[in-house]
């Protein structure tokens, strides 16, 4: 499932994810909340980070980048 459109925008799935992001959590914390297979998160997190939107936060888990936070609007 792609998390970002030949335009690149985000996709409503996408934008979710992000949103949780706003604090750092696991993968299992993500797929429990959004109600998503693991599989399905792991996916659009690596294409997340790949677009430089996520990392992986020292205390585990993943968090938002600054390019990140631009794309949902919050001021970094």
Known sequence: MACITAEGVLTESARQLLELLETPRTVDEI???????????????????????????????????????????VPA
Do not use: C, I, N
């Not at 797929?31 to 998503?36: F, Q």
């Not at 690596?46 to 631009?70: F, I, K, N, P």
């Open 31 to 73: 797929a429990s909340t959004l109600g998503r297979p693991l599989f399905q998160v792991r996916a659009s997190l690596r294409e997340m980070t790949d677009a430089g939107l996520v990392v992986a936060a020292a205390e585990g888990g993943h968090v938002l980048t600054e390019e990140g936070l631009t794309q949902l609007g």
